[in-house]
């Protein structure tokens, strides 16, 4: 983003609370990528008396009037005001109307048009995974907001049959009615959204027949807060029930592993967190204040803040050989509590053959374009994770800047005479091989001399290894 100055378009969050919202992460993050000049800015909006929710319908008015008399582009809006400001709106979306929240408001000439960009999100987080709404036949688990969007979602977008599970069957029963009527225009043969006990889970099993996807089952949406927090459980812990379903999604995405996908990922079910929905819901949210469409990388490029913020950020270990970036790694990881991988492991396990084998059958040229492909596949996939790369990683530019996108990098040193006693004997690294100890001792020094300047410019921090232990290491880093 350029720096803020007087043509800064103003985009913002209202609601109340807000302090741990993870917008900002998505919206400063796709302008910064596409050079627009705006900034996404958290608004907390409560009784600056009281503490608590606006609750005067003069002063909701005078929210968005005054927002829009400050000029703001747009604005998402979230809890407890998605229904509140709709009577003052310019005009709302049709889906929204339905529905009777809104989440996203659009500047027009007269005022804000509102949307509703979850369910879009939410349906378009599925579309990427190859999921299908239409005509399929769904579970949702619980009865509160979150479900309530998802079964709107869902036969606003073609299902047949929706089974609404929860523990209190009134609400259940309640919800499904609201529901039903907000729907009926498409709705078909009396089907839409059907109330389930959780004692009477069995009639779920045995009444997906004529559903329209019998043979690949039914979709299931987690959309209780079991997950949240350790120690949760399931709201039903019925193989049976989850063995039947063709894929899962919870609304959970921190943490990422819930006790639903647990379940379903040691069935062998496909299913995921809420993530991609928070991403695309924004994502859609963006490119209508700015009437644009956002390019693949640049959602790419939000996604990965996002869950450097919610899952922690990685630490990246770049180095020559020998500099120790193994046995660090996996004292990191040990000591921090993070997953760990190393790029050539990843590399030979992807390839089913050795590096010498990849250098062997492609050579180094060869061999760079897996690494490549290698980091690029692990920085849309790890997070909180200590990497160690190969030596050669941060020769390509390209890596270099993949590698500064995943975390923190740290280049750990040793020097030549270091290198020489750690790396003489080891017959599995190909660009050592067939040196006498003179030859070996002279390379090290050529290969450090010539790579020093790209691990330098590719590093966040220089590490020392000399003479260090394992441990030491690690704690220095630790201490950054």
């Excluded at 007269?110 to 239409?134: H, W």
């Excluded at 997906?208 to 807060?225: E, K, P, R």
């Excluded at 379903?264 to 994502?283: H, P, R």
């Excluded at 596949?377 to 030596?391: H, P, Q």
Aim: charged share 25%.
């Amino acid at each position: 983003m350029e720096r803020i100055n007087g043509k800064t378009e103003v985009i913002g969050l209202i609601g109340h609370p807000i302090e741990h919202t993870l917008s900002p992460v998505i919206h400063n993050t796709i302008s910064n990528e596409i050079g627009r000049n705006a900034v996404y800015v958290p608004f907390h909006v409560h009784d600056a008396v009281t503490g608590g929710v606006l609750s005067d319908a003069s002063e909701i008015e005078a929210l968005v009037k005054g927002a829009f008399n400050l000029n703001i582009k747009g604005m998402n809006i979230t809890v407890p005001y998605k229904s509140e400001v709709i009577p003052y709106l310019d005009d709302i979306d049709p889906l929204a109307e339905r529905i009777g929240a809104v989440n996203t408001l659009v500047r027009t000439a007269r005022g804000y048009k509102g949307y509703n960009t979850d369910m879009p999100g939410l349906y378009m987080a599925l579309q990427k995974k190859g999921v299908s709404i239409e005509g399929s036949t769904a579970v949702v688990l619980g009865a509160g907001g979150a479900a309530r969007a998802v079964i709107a979602m869902l036969l606003n977008y073609g299902a047949v049959r929706v089974y609404l599970v929860n523990r209190s069957f009134d609400k259940a029963v309640s919800l499904a009615d609201e529901m039903n009527r907000l729907f009926s225009d498409v709705i078909k043969d009396g089907r839409g959204v059907i109330p389930i006990s959780v004692d009477n889970i069995d009639s779920v099993k045995v009444s997906v027949s004529g559903s329209g996807n019998d043979d690949s089952g039914y979709l299931m949406f987690q959309c209780t807060s079991l997950g949240l927090k350790e120690g949760d459980g399931l709201l039903i812990d019925d193989d049976e029930l989850y063995k039947r379903a063709a894929y899962g999604f919870d609304l959970v995405y921190n943490p990422a592993e819930t006790p639903f996908t647990k379940k379903l990922e040691s069935l062998g079910i496909s299913c995921d967190n809420g993530l991609m929905m928070l991403l695309y819901q924004g994502v859609i949210a963006y490119q209508l204040w700015m009437d644009t469409e956002l390019g693949e990388d640049v959602v790419e490029k939000a996604k990965m803040n996002l869950c450097k913020s919610i899952y922690g950020k990685n630490i990246i270990l770049t180095g020559y050989m020998g500099a120790g970036k193994t046995t660090v790694g996996h004292c990191l990881a040990e000591e921090l509590g993070m997953d760990y991988i190393d790029t050539d492991a990843y590399i030979v396990e992807k390839e089913k053959r050795s590096i010498p084998e990849i250098f062997e059958s492609v050579g180094e040229e060869g061999f760079r374009n897996i690494e490549t492909e290698a980091i690029r596949e692990l920085g849309r996939s790890c997070y909180n994770t200590v990497i160690a790369t190969g030596g050669g990683a941060i020769l390509r530019e390209e890596n270099a800047k993949l590698l500064k996108d995943m975390g923190t990098v740290f280049y750990l040193y040793a020097t030549p005479e270091e290198t020489f006693e750690r790396v003489k004997g080891d017959k599995n690294r190909p660009l050592l091989n067939s040196q006498s100890e003179e030859e070996l001792r002279q390379k090290i020094v050529d290969m450090i001399n010539v790579r020093y300047p790209a691990y330098m410019r590719s590093a966040d921090h220089r590490i020392e290894t000399d003479g260090k232990s394992a441990k030491k290491i690690a704690d220095e880093i630790r201490n950054f």
